[in-house]
């Protein structure tokens, strides 16, 4: 079996390994013995997307999703969550609105890379 580092030198170029090796590096994962319901704060049905926060609005009291393309893909995000999401918006890291507000459950929209 390959360790983090190991992966990311034989990892031929993928920008998946090399994004989630860091990751998995630097937060070991840690277990504890029992068992508890399978709670999910949110679900993202997409392989080349990260999420990087979940915070408070520094003006209200909205729940700010900050998420991360991280291959240098186009494509669809689906969020999902087990808890009641009234309606969402996307904003700018500046936490101004960019689209119109929605009220779905689950919500899907289109991601692009970063450009400079």
């Known amino acids: ?30 277990y ?31 729940l700010i999703i900050r998420l991360h393309e991280f291959a ?6 689906e969020v999902a969550s087990d808890f009641q999401i009234q309606s969402w918006q996307e904003c700018d890291l500046m936490e101004r609105s960019i689209s119109e507000a929605r009220e779905n459950a689950a919500f899907t929209f289109d991601i692009k890379p970063y450009e400079n």
């Open 32 to 62: 504890a013995e029992g068992q508890t319901e399978s709670v999910s704060l949110f679900d993202i049905a997409a392989q080349n997307v990260m999420v990087d926060a979940v915070k408070k609005g520094e003006n209200d009291d909205h």
């Open 1 to 30: 079996m390959l360790s983090s580092i190991e992966e990311v030198y034989s990892s031929g170029g993928e920008t998946n390994a090399i994004c989630s090796c860091p990751w998995e590096l630097n937060n070991p994962l840690t």
């Open 72 to 77: 240098g893909a186009r494509g669809t995000v």
